[in-house]
């Protein structure tokens, strides 16, 4: 895996160092000076990773980072801290100001190259989920980017997994003024703990007595429900190999004893901040999903995805040498429903239809809105005398049972015209199945409608 990575220092050796390191892992790495440059770099999307030097004459790198991350074009570039200040207040600082690490000079090359591949490689599925969360602005659903801008990363839930119960209590005690804390001392129950709680980070201690940290750390990162929880490790001193090793197996961040509170606290907002960021992104992304195949008004499938589908199903149907029928279903007189009580009532029988519709069919079939106050209904594995029925007790209960208007203050009688058609063998398409249908709808709506009419084949 490789990415690109900005450099920024103000000391030319202190660049040609990291540059030399980096592209030696296949890095490819563009440089900057001074925090202004890196700013504009970071602006036009040029990099994937920042390694941002502390002490600089322009701009320092707390500030630096602070505009980064207070930036929506710019915050989800993850940033990491290179300094000599090793005190646990200057990595609380920089913390707060939204790096998502600290790297202390000198660099051990281990640490450098497993951070930034940790880093880069959360960096590219981010990077997917905000691609495909682009294309939603043209459709009118929300950016994330400023609310996470915004949060503050409090109010989350976390899940603290160590055997040792004096460590495991003062580590609540300190989360606990920000988050909701819940305990596992039992590393074999954690899994299933995590994976039932819809934790927003789990705390995990490396240094279990009688349970594998790193295995624990594997198998959360292996299951659907906790893939994308952010983990952060707790470790000993003198802990590097087994840090680094974490770290490639899914470890988002780590802390090593004794823990400084202060530090606890910025790391665990930024995870729950990621995480938050992350959700939002996959919700963006699923709500235009459904907003691209589903009709707005009925919540029922669009002729889209229902052109698609169809052709899908027919080949299934054909290859298992199972029936496939299509109903093609028009409200009779709609447009006297809008002509003589507004479009707001038209709206109001559709949605009460397609609400009908979706009691009245099995979970295999599949219902959508063909447009206006038609609609179809394809169900498999259905000859025409079984789908002849159900349209025949669907068309009763439409007739039988008047349709609220106007906020449930008045009512009115509707009926509908069924046209029915069955797959006609392997040379058969879904163009020409829905045509007959159509046709068969036609001679309902000429022979009077509110009647069901199958295809004469």
Same mark, same amino acid.
């Given at each position: ?6 450099v ?52 320092d ?17 993850p ?28 660099i ?32 009118g659903? +929300? ?23 004096? !460590?495991h ?9 920000? +988050?909701?804390?819940?305990i596992?001392?039992?590393p ?29 750390? !594997? ?35 780590y ?30 992304? +699923? ?49 006297s ?34 447009g ?22 669907l ?34 398409n ?24 199958p295809?004469?084949?």
């Amino acid at each position: 895996m490789t990415a690109r990575v900005l450099v920024v220092d103000d000391v030319p050796a202190n660049v040609k160092l990291l540059e030399a390191r980096l592209t030696a892992e296949y890095f490819d790495v563009i440089t900057a000076m001074s925090g202004r440059e890196a700013l504009a770099i970071c602006e036009r999307a040029e990099c994937d990773l920042v390694l941002l030097d502390v002490m600089m004459p322009d701009l320092d790198g707390f500030e630096v980072c602070r505009r980064l991350k207070g930036n929506p074009a710019t915050h989800h570039i993850p940033v990491v801290m290179v300094t000599a200040l090793d005190q646990p207040s200057d990595r609380v600082r920089g913390l707060e100001a939204g790096a998502d690490d600290f790297l202390l000079k000198p660099i051990p090359d281990l640490a450098l190259i497993a951070r930034v591949r940790s880093l880069a490689r959360l960096k590219m599925v981010t990077d997917e989920l905000r691609m495909r969360a682009l294309t939603s602005r043209d459709i009118g659903i +929300q950016s994330p980017e400023r609310e996470a801008v915004a949060d503050t990363g409090r109010g989350g839930h976390v899940l603290i997994v160590d055997d040792r119960a004096a !460590s495991h209590e003062r580590i609540a005690a300190v989360l606990v003024k920000e +988050q909701t804390v819940d305990i596992e001392a039992d590393p074999g129950e954690a899994l299933f703990r995590a994976a039932e709680g819809n934790y927003d980070l789990v705390i995990v201690s490396l240094g279990l007595q009688n349970f594998d940290a790193l295995r624990l750390c !594997s198998q959360l990162r292996s299951i659907e429900r906790t893939r994308n929880t952010p983990i952060l490790g707790v470790a000993d001193p003198d802990s590097d190999a087994r840090l680094l090793r974490g770290l490639e197996i899914g470890v988002n961040d780590y802390l090593i004893r004794p823990v400084d509170r202060n530090e606890l606290l910025a790391r665990a907002r930024t995870q729950i901040r990621k995480r938050r960021y992350a959700e939002r992104l996959r919700d963006n992304v +699923q709500m235009s999903i459904e907003m691209a195949i589903t009709d707005a008004l009925t919540g029922l499938f669009n002729r889209r995805y229902m052109e698609s589908h169809l052709a899908t199903l027919l080949e299934q149907a054909v290859a298992r040498g199972k029936p496939l029928t299509a109903l093609l279903l028009d409200i009779d007189y709609f447009k006297s429903v809008n002509d003589t009580h507004g479009h707001d009532a038209g709206d109001d029988v559709l949605r009460e239809f397609a609400m009908r519709i979706k009691r009245s069919i099995r979970g295999i079939d599949l219902a959508c809105r063909y447009g206006g106050e038609e609609f179809v209904i394809v169900m498999p594995e259905t000859d025409l005398a079984v789908a002849a029925m159900v349209a025949e007790r669907l068309r009763r209960r439409i007739a039988a049972d008047p349709f609220a208007i106007q906020g449930g203050t008045r009512s009115i009688p509707v009926t509908i015209s069924i046209g029915i058609a069955g797959l006609r063998g392997k040379d058969d398409n879904p163009a020409a199945l829905v045509k007959r249908a159509d046709q068969a709808l036609y001679r309902a709506k000429r022979d009077g409608r509110n009647r069901v009419v199958p295809d004469a084949a």
